[in-house]
């Protein structure tokens, strides 16, 4: 039987998970479908998603078609939690996207759809909510190829749209035809000459579906089940099984990781080749550790079941592997990517989405312990490594990155229901970034001037393109000294790019080592090594800091701060008074339209300036103001003071602070 991981996507509200009950009773896995708002579904098993009605983490359930058996991933539909969805897009084979018929294309629908192109997951389209009050077809059907994609095929027809009768109507029309037509020569040469048969216009319809070129449209309700069957038919037959050979080299990766009842790390894995089997020892990760899985389990009929092995094409949930990470590749990738990038530590997967641009300080209630707290921020980081908990020594005080203000609603009823700690939080900040504005250098040398570390480090920074990240390359001969040195080197790097000249993280730049030197193993007759005469890695990882600033002091940097693309829609005779209000937050309209009456104004805002905005616009616009944004870019701060962000290492900005720390903490 082939498999098929499909992910369910949508924006908020759109019935996704509504959706996912329906296709488990009409597969015969579940006897009675639940309802959010009543806190049974499936896959929301947290109590926290049951009280709120949202979904806040992945959830993987397992269900029969004729031919196919489908892991379906239900995915959070807010936009504070989309890192929840980027993990989750790595694994999957095709996509089901959830629009609502009332509401319509959303921006997190946007974010979504454009998303899905890039990746190019084949992608089937449902417009769900046809019985509700206000929903429309042919405006809906407008949206998506005005707004999405123009690849749009609607896969038949929705009669009786805001009544409980209303259904969908299945069949292939002109407009399908159309669509499919710009992507296939041939149907186009039979299209010309006016016989195209209805075999022919399926195989093509599948085959570009396949290819994530076309996306087939169904109209429908997850609550009465109007369109679900044909949309069935289209997961089995229009999307790709997965693949992977059994018999193969281990390959995998790591999309969620949750912690068991008592407390051992649990990872949910997708297999792409080989076979893991209980008992195996494995490699993981991008540093290449190793552990041995001492249980395996897979889904199957809504459950997941033990098994002995997970194989290609399927998804399990692995025990034993205690230091597991969300990202982390499994096998053969794991080794090739710690041989490939020098053993670093780091997630394997890509971003596809824009990081977090929010951060605030976790305020620990009466008797809170501080250690308690900063060990539960860890573990919830451990399952959302963008929490990115921060902790400041010198303040006590530790700080999360976030997308919004629900997910820090989230994160505080989380440690209170489930580690029994009472949080508030200080108000939320923009995180902004650094970017090097030219080259700089600086090397210290061993046993010279004020150096008071067994090594010598040269580095040099220069700017790279944005979005390029960290790139860290060798001037210097690999066999100049020990390996480990150079690791030592290039993780202090890395780590010391996490606070810039400002404090914000410093990207896009080439940080190449220049220079390099080392005190060799010294030892005394009749004695042991003397460390005190020979380098170790301590040497460089104490040297670094001090050189890297010292050659980003020489290049400069520039503080970024991020920015929201936006469209507001809003009547035209407000116009007069949204622009002074938008300059006054920053915000740059780039393109002004009229659509009738109304005004769409498209343009991009500091994301710090969103929240006023959303606030402001119902007294601008006499309500009837609509404003979409999601982040888009960095751009320089230009305006008012530059903001900096307090540190939280050893300070290498100044230099006696830092050695004092360094040197003491060393025992030095």
């Given at each position: 039987m082939h498999l098929l991981n499909l992910g369910i996507l949508a924006h908020v509200d759109a019935g996704k998970t509504s959706l996912t009950e329906r296709l488990l009773h009409s597969a015969g896995v579940i006897d009675e479908i639940g309802r959010v708002d009543d806190g049974n579904t499936r896959t929301d098993t947290l109590a926290l998603e049951r009280q709120r009605g949202i979904t806040i983490k992945s959830a993987v359930v397992s269900f029969p078609l004729d031919g196919v058996t489908v892991n379906l991933i239900d995915t959070p539909g807010h936009p504070d939690f989309i890192a929840e969805v980027e993990r989750v897009l790595g694994v999957l084979d095709g996509a089901v996207l959830v629009v609502s018929a009332v509401e319509g294309v959303q921006a997190q629908t946007r974010v979504l759809m454009r998303t899905l192109r890039r990746l190019r997951i084949p992608t089937l389209v449902f417009v769900n909510k046809i019985d509700r009050r206000g929903a429309g077809e042919e405006a809906v059907l407008r949206a998506l190829a005005a707004r999405l994609t123009r690849s749009v095929v609607p896969m038949g027809r929705a009669t009786g749209l805001g009544t409980r009768d209303a259904r969908f109507v299945p069949g292939l029309g002109q407009a399908a035809l159309d669509v499919l037509a710009d992507h296939d020569d041939e149907l186009l040469a039979a299209y010309v000459e006016g016989a195209v048969p209805h075999d022919r216009l399926r195989a093509v319809l599948g085959e570009r579906t396949r290819q994530a070129l076309v996306h087939p449209v169904y109209f429908g309700s997850a609550v009465?089940?109007?369109?679900?069957?044909?949309?069935?038919?289209?997961?089995?037959?229009?999307?790709?099984?997965?693949?992977?050979?059994?018999?193969?080299?281990?390959?995998?990766?790591?999309?969620?990781?949750?912690?068991?009842?008592?407390?051992?790390?649990?990872?949910?894995?997708?297999?792409?080749?080989?076979?893991?089997?209980?008992?195996?020892?494995?490699?993981?990760?991008?540093?290449?550790?190793?552990?041995?899985?001492?249980?395996?389990?897979?889904?199957?009929?809504?459950?997941?079941?033990?098994?002995?092995?997970?194989?290609?094409?399927?998804?399990?949930?692995?025990?034993?592997?205690?230091?597991?990470?969300?990202?982390?590749?499994?096998?053969?990738?794991?080794?090739?990517?710690?041989?490939?990038?020098?053993?670093?530590?780091?997630?394997?997967?890509?971003?596809?989405?824009?990081?977090?641009?929010?951060?605030?300080?976790?305020?620990?209630?009466?008797?809170?312990?501080?250690?308690?707290?900063?060990?539960?921020?860890?573990?919830?980081?451990?399952?959302?490594?963008?929490?990115?908990?921060?902790?400041?020594e010198v303040r006590q005080e530790t700080s999360v990155s976030l997308y919004g203000e629900v997910q820090k609603e989230v994160v505080q009823a989380t440690l209170a229901d489930e580690y029994g700690l009472d949080v508030t939080f200080r108000e939320t900040t923009t995180i902004c970034v650094e970017r090097p504005v030219g080259?700089?250098?600086?090397?210290?040398?061993?046993?010279?001037?004020?150096?008071?570390?067994?090594?010598?480090?040269?580095?040099?920074?220069?700017?790279?393109?944005v979005g390029s990240g960290v790139d860290f390359r060798l001037e210097v001969e690999l066999g100049a000294m020990p390996y480990a040195f150079f690791k030592a080197v290039e993780d202090t790097v890395r780590e010391t790019l996490g606070q810039g000249l400002h404090g914000w993280r410093v990207s896009d730049c080439t940080v190449t080592m220049t220079h390099s030197g080392y005190s060799p193993?010294?030892?005394?007759?009749?004695?042991?090594?003397?460390?005190?005469?020979?380098?170790?890695?301590?040497?460089?990882?104490?040297?670094?800091?001090?050189?890297l600033v010292e050659a980003l002091r020489r290049a400069g940097t520039q503080v970024h701060e991020p920015m929201h693309r936006f469209r507001l829609e809003a009547p035209a005779d407000t116009l007069g008074a949204l622009?002074?209000?938008?300059?006054?937050?920053?915000?740059?309209?780039?393109?002004?339209?009229?659509?009738?009456?109304?005004?769409?104004?498209?343009?991009?805002?500091?994301?710090?300036?969103?929240?006023?905005?959303?606030?402001?616009?119902?007294?601008?616009?006499?309500?009837?103001?609509?404003?979409?944004?999601?982040?888009?870019?960095?751009?320089?701060?230009?305006?008012?003071?530059?903001?900096?962000?307090?540190?939280?290492?050893?300070?290498?900005?100044?230099?006696?602070?830092?050695?004092?720390?360094?040197?003491?903490?060393?025992?030095?």
């Open positions: 009465t089940g109007a369109g679900v069957p044909e949309l069935m038919t289209g997961i089995e037959e229009l999307l790709p099984a997965a693949g992977g050979d059994p018999d193969g080299p281990l390959s995998g990766t790591v999309f969620k990781v949750e912690r068991g009842p008592a407390g051992e790390k649990v990872a949910y894995a997708r297999i792409f080749s080989g076979t893991l089997r209980v008992r195996d020892r494995i490699p993981f990760g991008a540093g290449a550790e190793e552990g041995r899985v001492t249980a395996v389990s897979v889904f199957d009929h809504g459950t997941d079941v033990r098994e002995e092995s997970v194989g290609a094409g399927r998804i399990g949930r692995l025990w034993g592997l205690g230091g597991i990470r969300i990202g982390d590749t499994l096998g053969a990738a794991a080794r090739a990517s710690a041989a490939g990038r020098g053993g670093v530590p780091g997630a394997a997967y890509d971003h596809h989405f824009a990081p977090p641009t929010l951060e605030t300080v976790v305020v620990p209630g009466p008797g809170v312990d501080r250690r308690s707290l900063h060990v539960a921020l860890t573990q919830l980081a451990e399952q959302d490594p963008l929490i990115d908990v921060r902790h400041d080259t700089g250098a600086a090397v210290e040398y061993n046993k010279k001037d004020a150096n008071p570390f067994l090594a010598t480090v040269g580095l040099r920074v220069d700017p790279a393109p193993r010294q030892s005394h007759a009749h004695q042991g090594f003397d460390k005190s005469m020979s380098s170790t890695g301590a040497d460089f990882r104490g040297l670094t800091p001090l050189v622009l002074p209000v938008l300059a006054r937050l920053g915000a740059v309209p780039q393109t002004t339209g009229t659509h009738g009456s109304l005004c769409v104004l498209e343009g991009a805002v500091p994301a710090a300036r969103v929240h006023e905005l959303e606030q402001r616009l119902p007294g601008l616009t006499r309500g009837e103001g609509e404003l979409e944004s999601a982040f888009d870019h960095y751009a320089p701060v230009t305006r008012g003071t530059v903001p900096e962000r307090p540190r939280t290492d050893h300070n290498p900005l100044n230099r006696r602070e830092y050695l004092l720390n360094v040197t003491n903490r060393l025992g030095g």
